[in-house]
């Protein structure tokens, strides 16, 4: 058995041809002891099924660490009775409560790495020490001073989308960003007024998209194009590419996702992005789901601009800091000496303005005269949070240890283990029940269309059974009305045995 050889099937768009034995534990297990990547998890707290009972804080986290607490009562009480479970306000104690639980969610809200924790402690403790001064001095490594932490996530953020350093920009959240990079790429005239955008955008995507177009005084109904998937929810590139060329013309802007949120699609973005562009359409994509879960050369592929939020695969905490990508060529900044004015005046690309956007070197003059810094970074607004980009940095310092060939290859892996696991499951159904089939996989079986997440629809009436066995099993996964469980094993820190022990739940759970 050889990992990486599952691992150039998949590459391939080849399905993982798995031994007859794998349902079995011994061989998820096998499979973990293989993994290069197995030690990451120990930079993660994930959550134990006690922790989850959890109520009211108690100055313990689910491994027993003890942090400070802000109910003293419950910080008392738990020295005195010496329960370093993490969990409270809960009677029985059983033997796996201090077990990590299997966490699917990280399509949601990722786990918290330890590092996050200890560089806010850090820049905590900078602030309480030199006040101000945190600004523009750092107190040591891998800490810089604040004024520059945006950057520095920036760049590292930037191996992880595939772009230049100064094509990223740290800053704000992703709806936000949506907003501002709207304000900059869709530009509606009366003949090119169109958004193409996908059936089912995430709510907020359709807000903003919407609203943009109602803000430039046009119809929604007119301006908005939406793909239709097939009955398998399924949207093939010449689905896109057809949409395309039919409202090219009229088209401003495409905006979709890189992977759709309840299917699980990841779109081919380089295809997609070249086709659009040929025919005078801005492509911006949003990587909510997309970035820290799957390979991305947004530079390469000409991608106008992207956005994403941090706090999914990228694990920087609830409501983190975001990122976007503005290309190079839109972030140009040439000064143009003209007779009216000696000094020149810098031409950029307009876009909303604030004092973060402009440069370094005359951003403090205070003048009024604004010159954005080249790159991405000249559409930052406000001086960023230092303690949302200590979070970032934190939960970057993992991807720092590690690469997304890497993490890609160990995910391509696990959610071929988990497809595998739960074709068995189906297979073992009785055929001639007369109802409707347990469960669907509404996700692409093409490895190469899909990142971690599988999006199992559940036939009517069975997911508050799946879900309440899963919950009663210590397990976390996302649950979306009307019933479809969406399934993410994350290469970070979940594992082939996690994998197993959820079909295991899930298989009884339907019987
Ligand atoms: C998670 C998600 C969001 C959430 O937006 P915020 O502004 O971070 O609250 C938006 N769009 C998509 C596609 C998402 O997956």
Partial sequence: METSNFVSQLRSGARAKFPAHANSLEYARKLDEQDPLKHLREEYTLPTRGSLRKRHLNGT????????????????????????????????????????????????????????????????????SIGVNGHFQSLGSPLVPWQDMAEDCARRSAAIVGALPSEVVIMNTLTANLHLLMASFYRPTEKRHKIILEWRPFPSDWYAIESQVQWHGLDPTKSMVTIQPDEDFYISTDTILWTIDEHAEETALLLLPGIQY???????????????????????????????????????????????????????????????????????????????????????????????????????????????????????????????????????????????????????????????????????????????????????RDPLQRGTQLSVLLRDGLLDQVGGALEEAGIVCDRRKPGVIRVAPVPMYCTFEDVWTFMDVLRKSVA
């Fill in 262 to 444: 309840y299917t699980g699609q990841l779109f081919d973005m380089e295809r997609i992005t070249k086709y659009a562009r040929d025919r005078g359409v801005v492509v911006g994509w949003d990587l909510a789901h997309a970035a820290g879960n799957v390979e991305l050369r947004l530079h390469d592929w000409d991608v106008d601009f992207a956005a994403w939020c941090t706090y999914k695969y990228q694990n920087a905490g609830p409501g983190a800091i975001a990122g976007a990508f503005v290309h190079e060529r839109h972030g140009r900044v040439e000064v143009e000496v003209g007779a009216e004015d000696a000094c020149g005046r810098p031409v950029f690309r307009h876009r909303l303005t604030g004092w973060y956007g402009g440069d370094k070197s005359v951003r403090f003059n205070m003048d009024n005269k604004f010159l954005p810094t080249p790159g991405a970074g000249g559409f930052q607004l406000s001086n960023p949070s230092a303690i949302d980009l200590a979070a970032l940095s934190g939960a970057l310092s993992v991807f720092d240890k590690t690469d997304m060939a890497a993490l890609r290859s160990k995910a391509l892996v696990l959610t071929a283990y988990a497809e595998h696991l739960l074709d068995g499951i189906f297979a073992d159904q009785p055929a001639d029940d007369g109802k409707a089939p347990v469960f669907r996989i509404i996700t692409p």
């Fill in 61 to 128: 986290l689910p491994d027993g660490t003890r942090v400070a607490s802000l109910d003293q009562t419950a910080q008392a009480e738990s020295n005195t009775n010496g329960c370093g479970n993490g969990t409270n306000g809960t009677n029985g104690h059983a033997d796996d409560d201090d077990k990590p639980c299997i966490y699917f969610c990280g399509n949601s809200l990722g786990v918290q790495p330890k590092a996050v924790r200890r560089y806010v402690n850090a820049q905590l403790e900078t602030w309480a």
